[in-house]
T-cell receptor
Framework: DVKVTQSSRYLVKRTGEKVFLECVQD?????MFWYRQDPGLGLRLIYF???????EKGDIPEGYSVSREKKERFSLILESASTNQTSMYLC????????????????FGNGTRLTVT | DAKTTQPNSMESNEEEPVHLPCNHS???????IHWYRQLPSQGPEYVIH?????VNNRMASLAIAEDRKSSTLILHRATLRDAAVYYC????????????WGAGTKLIIKP
């Protein structure tokens, strides 16, 4: 089974801090994603990456950046954390969503609940 | 914008079938319909997906209306472990990476 591991389950940070959320997958998937999940809003895509060092903005990239130096690892960075970034952050991975694997399922980690005070 | 509409919550009895509805009236001809579920304190997990024909797998069945403006996820015999939030999602063909998530249906299973 695919395993997507997020480094922290809970995180509390102060406003203005630089925050790193780490995600590792063990299935050699090309695609990796960062979502945030808020009550009533469902999942919203922040960034995704389709290859090492490649990234694309999702729906809500403002205030975030990402890094993918190795295929198995995808990091989400909050440059200067703010209280409106308090949320559940979910990482996912998948095969390339093109060609015959277009509808490959996303495999999610269990999330990091970030609180910014 | 492509969008799905689901009831906020549903209740069902254990060991009975469950039909979870989803409306997607703005679906385009090439958009796939995906279902994921999220158990408490876990990330979402894939359940099933389809385009036009009904689909079955070991977890569930997906019934898609002929006009594709609605679909129904069917759990044939719900157990307490099926209590979760179920998301009906459109997979947009014109964008490799776009799954449009709705707010989901919270399924409550009564013993």
């Amino acid at each position: 089974d695919v395993k997507v591991t997020q480094s922290s389950r809970y995180l509390v940070k102060r406003t203005g801090e630089k925050v790193f959320l780490e995600c590792v997958q063990d299935m050699d998937h090309e695609n990796m994603f960062w979502y945030r999940q808020d009550p009533g809003l469902g999942l919203r895509l922040i960034y995704f990456s389709y290859d090492v060092k490649m990234k694309e903005k999702g729906d809500i990239p403002e205030g975030y950046s990402v890094s993918r130096e190795k295929k198995e690892r995808f990091s989400l960075i909050l440059e200067s954390a703010s209280t409106n970034q308090t949320s559940m952050y979910l990482c996912a991975s998948s095969l390339p969503l093109t060609g015959s694997s277009y509808n490959s399922p996303l495999h999610f980690g269990n999330g990091t609940r970030l609180t910014v005070t | 914008d492509a969008k799905t509409t689901q009831p906020n919550s549903m209740e069902s009895n254990e060991e009975e079938p469950v039909h979870l509805p989803c409306n997607h009236s703005t679906i385009s001809g090439t958009d796939y319909i995906h279902w994921y579920r999220q158990l408490p304190s876990q990330g979402p997990e894939y359940v099933i997906h389809g385009l036009t024909s009904n689909v079955n797998n070991r977890m569930a069945s997906l019934a898609i209306a002929e006009d594709r403006k609605s679909s129904t996820l069917i759990l044939h015999r719900a157990t307490l472990r099926d209590a979760a939030v179920y998301y009906c999602i459109l997979g947009l063909m014109d964008s490799n990476y776009q799954l449009i998530w709705g707010a989901g249906t919270k399924l409550i299973i009564k013993p």
